[in-house]
Every structure is written in structure tokens, then in C-alpha cells.
């Protein structure tokens, strides 16, 4: 009897679904928005460990966080990320516990020793995942710093204890800085066959979290302080020939990229203070290896969810006034997200990826972010801050390790839309021919984003934010595309990424409630 019941509601609902009113979705081929440059996540700080684990185990990590193979039946071996971003550690794994960071685990080894010579065979376990990486096609890599090598500091530390809001590097070592950039670049790239791409000096400078310690590495810095460090790395990279591309300043808000937040006028108004020629002491723009971009992390302002909007748009306006690109190069779940239970948790389920697949939506389409980038690949902790959890034995070179639905639902955008896409303008009507304005986002229903890949595939991902199942019609304003291969990732056991029935361009089609779909153009 409960069967039958069951039987009767699944095919009421169905019944339910069809007859609503369809969104009718059209991608506007004559109108490109920004290029898509790649999808990402780093290597902090598991790596150091996981890395080390049996090879099988650190294959099969790496296989769902690069992989752009297919299996038998035709689904994605893994999310085909196409940037990793490598932490440059500072020293505090060597200095144990009077590093004062308490966990072993947020602690890095330092290329640099103490007598001023390099050990190239230091941080082995994320180099070893730099090579699993390139191995499985990733082509662009990216190195960035929390704090100064410890013996550079003022403090001796890696980390801000009992200091102030400024950088924590001595006054004589800002050319010892800018040599040990440039060292590590060579060093790496001679010991392992692998480039930096781009280089990021300074993490989250005007974060607050920064000037108290004493749980990771980090440190504050003023403008004036990154534009003196960021001048002297780049000179000494023109010196030696070395082609990787500065960034700045991996803000931890985006207000303070544009305004002040939790902070002074110091370490506020980045694109302003880097990128206005009027900012005489702080301007980089001049320079030729600092690409005309700001990074930023989406922390704190991803709710409520006006703000979430408001926050993007506000961003955007001041780049474009200032002609400068954007790529949102860190997050994970924090005590302000509220909606989901915050950050305590390591989560598997939808609830967690569809909340960031929302972010992810509103960072691209509203701040139109070219980058996106997850924070950390692998978290060993009880919190939502990783992809992938790991279970490590006493030894923290084994253990087991479980995947996630964030891990896939990132991989709805990451294993489709490549490098060079060009994201174009979705419109909506009614289903009456009336149009529906800025319809391609409804952060409580169906958010959809369409792309087009070099190789000239489009690609749209729709996520069904809601408790019911939803119709939509996909069309273009020139037709091309008569049938879309469809990916899924839900909630239910084996829906990672999963090919399921095609869609008909131009016919209605139903996308699951609290789902994440991926349609590809299919000759």
C-alpha cells in the first residue's frame, strides 16, 4: 500500500510539473559578456600530508579534482579544475610549536633555511600534487604566500601575534623578500618542470583575522606596504627574465575593494589605490608584469541575499570605471551563512553545493568574475572548507577519504566551461513573450548562466535552488543547437555529474528540485 502511495504522489508531482508555466531561457549569441579563464581550488594545507598517503589513494584524490577523462558510461572521472593554486610556505612547520600556530596541520615548511640556502625537496607532498595535476592536463598554476619566509619577519613568526595592523616584514628585507619570490619561482619550476603562471604576494593584507594570531599564517599589510613589495618583485622578475604575472591583492571582502570594511582607509579602496594613476604612491597599473586585475575573496557577503546582489554590482561598477578585471579567488562556508547551518560540519550533501553554486552564479554574471576559485581541495577538518574530506590515521600519511556533492556541483562549471569561454547574456520570458528582467536569477528558484567554449560548444549550467521540480525551455536567438547533453548532480546516491536523458532545444524539459544541471551542445 505504501508503495502504491509512493507511486501515485511521484506521478502526481510529475503531472504537477508539466503543467506549469515554462521559463523560457534564450541565449544571446550576439552578446559575449567577459572570457571565463579557469576554475581552481588550492592545496592549504592538507596536501602537505595527503600528498604523502599511498599512491592509489592520492591517484584517485587527484582523479576527481583534475580529470577530464569520461568513464564506461560516460560520465565524468572528475571536475577537470584547469588552475591550482599552491601555497609558498613560510617556515612554521619548522619551528613546531613555538611557531605558536597550534595545528601541524595549518603550518608550512619554507623553501628557505635558516643559513639563507634553499632545500628544493621541502613541501613534497603538495609538489607531488602539482605534478598530478599537470599530468592530468592543468596547464596553469598559481603560487601564493600568507606571510614571509619567518626569517624575514619582525616577529620571528609566521603568523601576526602581538603586532600591529602593519606588514610583518623587517625593513631591511624588502629586497630579501623580492629575491626569494623570484628564487621560488626558478626553484620550482627547475626542480619540478612547472611554471607559476601568476604569483600572489600577500592573502586577505586587510583582513582583520589577520592582526590577532595565532591559528595560520598571515599577516596584514598596508597599500603603501604591498605596492613597495609588489615594485621590487616585479623589477627583480624583469631582471631575471621571469614571465610570471603579479596579482593583487586577495582582499578578504569586496568592500574593500572598492570601499572600506572592518578596516581604514589604508588597506581599503584597493582598485582605486593600485589601479588610478591619481594614487601616486600605490599606482601599479605602469607596471608591465602586474596584470590590470584584482582578486578578491567572496567571504561575508554572500547573504542576505539582496546584499549578495547589491554587493557584485557595486563591485563591478568600480572596476569598469577603472578598467580593471576581476577573479574571485577564495571562499568556503563561514559563521555568517547562516542559512545553511554556517561553516561547523563537513556537509555531502546539496545543501551545502547548492548555496555555493549560488555564489558562484551571482560572482560570474553579476561581478563577472573571469576566475573562480574555491579555497581549500582537501580539508582534514569537521567543516565545510573542503571538497574532498580526509580521514587521516595517527600517522597523517594514510587514511581514508570521502568525496562531496560540492565537489561535483563545482565540477557542473569547471569540467564544462574552459578556459577561453566566452559567457554570453541569457534572457527570460514568461512563456507569455514578455520579458522578465534579470530572469536568469532567481536565487530562491532557477539561476541559469550559458557559455561558449573555443572549440565552439556551449555549455549552460541551471540550478534548481527550490523544493519543486521546474520546466524551462532553452532556446537562441540564432538557432544552432537542436540537442544538449544533460549532466546532473543531486542529492541522490550516484548523481555526480551524471549524463541523463538530452534535452530538445526549444521543448520544454523539467530540471529536478534542489539540482544542478549542465547542458552541452550536442552535433
Not at 35 to 49: G, L, N
Not at 175 to 187: C, T
Not at 299 to 311: A, E, F, H, S
Not at 338 to 361: C, N, P, Q, W
Amino acid at each position: 500500500m505504501k508503495i502504491s502511495l509512493l507511486i501515485i504522489v511521484s506521478v502526481f508531482g510529475v503531472i504537477n510539473t508539466w503543467a506549469q508555466t515554462a521559463v523560457h531561457y534564450k541565449i544571446e549569441t550576439k552578446n559575449p559578456q567577459q572570457v571565463m579563464e579557469h576554475f581552481s581550488a588550492s592545496d592549504a594545507w592538507s596536501t602537505q600530508y595527503v600528498g604523502l598517503w599511498p599512491k592509489e589513494k592520492r591517484e584517485q584524490i587527484a582523479d576527481w579534482l583534475f580529470s577530464m577523462e569520461m568513464d564506461v558510461q560516460g560520465c565524468p572521472k572528475g571536475i577537470g579544475l584547469s588552475l591550482w593554486r599552491f601555497n609558498i610556505g613560510a617556515g612554521s612547520t619548522e619551528q613546531g610549536e613555538s611557531s605558536q600556530i597550534g595545528s601541524p596541520w595549518t603550518r608550512t615548511e619554507c623553501f628557505l633555511q635558516a643559513d639563507e640556502t634553499y632545500n628544493w625537496n621541502k613541501q613534497k607532498g603538495q609538489r607531488n600534487f602539482l605534478q598530478m595535476a599537470k599530468k592530468r592536463g592543468v596547464n596553469q598554476f598559481l603560487g601564493f604566500l600568507n606571510s614571509p619566509p619567518v626569517y624575514y619577519t619582525q616577529n620571528g613568526l609566521a603568523t601576526n601575534t602581538g603586532r600591529g595592523g602593519t606588514l610583518n616584514l623587517k625593513s631591511d628585507c624588502y629586497v630579501k623578500f623580492a629575491d626569494f619570490a623570484a628564487n621560488v619561482v626558478e626553484g620550482v619550476e627547475k626542480k619540478d618542470g612547472i611554471r607559476f603562471d601568476y604569483l600572489c604576494l600577500f592573502n586577505e593584507p586587510d583582513g582583520h583575522w589577520n592582526w590577532l594570531g595565532p591559528k595560520q599564517e598571515g599577516t596584514p599589510a598596508t597599500n603603501r606596504e604591498i605596492a613597495k613589495a609588489v615594485r621590487l618583485v616585479g623589477n627583480e622578475f624583469v631582471k631575471r627574465g621571469i614571465s610570471t604575472q603579479l596579482l593583487v591583492n586577495e582582499s578578504s571582502d569586496y568592500r574593500c575593494m572598492f570601499a572600506t570594511h572592518m578596516t581604514d582607509w589604508q588597506r581599503g579602496y584597493q582598485i582605486q589605490s593600485f589601479f588610478s594613476p591619481d594614487s601616486v604612491t600605490t599606482y601599479l597599473g605602469n607596471m608591465s608584469n602586474v596584470r590590470r586585475l584584482m582578486v578578491g575573496h567572496s567571504y561575508w557577503t554572500n547573504t542576505p541575499l539582496k546584499k549578495l546582489r547589491d554587493y557584485r554590482r557595486q563591485l563591478r561598477d568600480t572596476l569598469d570605471k577603472y578598467n580593471v578585471n576581476f577573479w574571485q579567488t577564495e571562499v568556503c562556508i563561514m559563521h555568517n551563512d547562516e542559512e545553511i547551518g554556517r561553516g561547523k560540519g563537513f556537509d555531502r550533501s546539496m545543501k551545502t553545493a547548492l548555496y555555493v553554486a549560488r555564489i558562484i552564479h551571482h560572482d560570474i554574471v553579476y561581478a563577472k568574475a573571469q576566475s573562480w576559485q574555491w579555497w581549500r581541495a582537501i580539508t582534514e577538518k569537521d567543516y565545510r572548507d573542503g571538497l574532498i574530506r580526509v580521514y587521516p590515521d595517527a600517522t597523517l600519511v594514510d587514511g581514508r577519504f570521502e568525496d562531496s556533492k560540492l565537489l561535483w556541483t563545482l565540477g557542473n562549471y569547471s569540467r564544462f566551461v574552459r578556459p577561453g569561454a566566452i559567457r554570453l547574456s541569457v534572457s527570460t520570458d514568461n512563456g507569455q513573450n514578455e520579458q522578465v528582467s534579470e530572469g536568469d536569477t532567481d536565487p530562491k528558484g532557477l539561476m541559469c548562466s550559458a557559455y561558449r567554449n573555443v572549440d565552439g560548444t556551449q555549455v549552460v549550467v541551471i540550478i534548481n535552488y527550490g523544493e519543486q521540480n521546474r520546466k524551462f525551455i532553452l532556446s537562441q536567438d540564432v538557432k544552432s543547437v537542436n540537442r544538449w547533453l544533460q549532466y546532473r548532480t543531486s542529492d541522490k546516491e550516484g548523481e555526480n555529474l551524471k549524463l541523463v536523458e538530452c534535452v530538445q532545444g526549444g521543448k520544454a524539459s523539467i530540471i529536478p528540485a534542489r539540482s544542478i544541471i549542465t547542458l552541452v551542445s550536442s552535433k
